[in-house]
Nanobody, 121 residues
């Protein structure tokens, strides 16, 4: 089965930077859109950023100018560079992939387990 595995979360001070990564396992042939979502305590999961297979990006207004999403199609991976972090960015960050085609079939969407990012002194 195809899986998404996030890494890179941890504790960072306000104003600092952190880079989280996500890689798809299995024999992946193609993925349409990959993205990052986050869920803060007591809040619903929200969109952070997405990137298409062609490199077209989309960002939530709250992270524009601070976060950068990138993708490596060869490695079936997506990354999120987070700069100028604030406590409000504290959340579990989830990786997503839409329309994943692998040797085992077509998966409409896949979600990772999430990685915790804590912004605090």
């Amino acid at each position: 089965q195809v899986q998404l595995v996030e890494s890179g979360g941890g504790l960072v001070q306000p104003g600092g930077s952190l880079r989280v990564s996500c890689a798809a396992s299995g024999s992946v042939w193609s993925i349409n859109t990959m993205g990052w979502y986050r869920q803060a305590p007591g809040k619903q999961r929200e969109l952070v950023a997405t990137i298409t297979s062609g490199g077209v990006t989309n960002y939530a207004d709250s992270v524009k100018g601070r976060f950068t999403i990138s993708r490596d199609n060869t490695k079936n991976a997506v990354y999120l560079q987070m700069n100028s972090l604030s406590p409000e960015d504290t959340a579990v960050y989830y990786c997503s992939a839409d329309r994943v085609l692998s040797s085992t079939g077509l998966y409409l969407d896949i979600w990772g387990q999430g990685t915790l990012v804590t912004v605090s002194r």
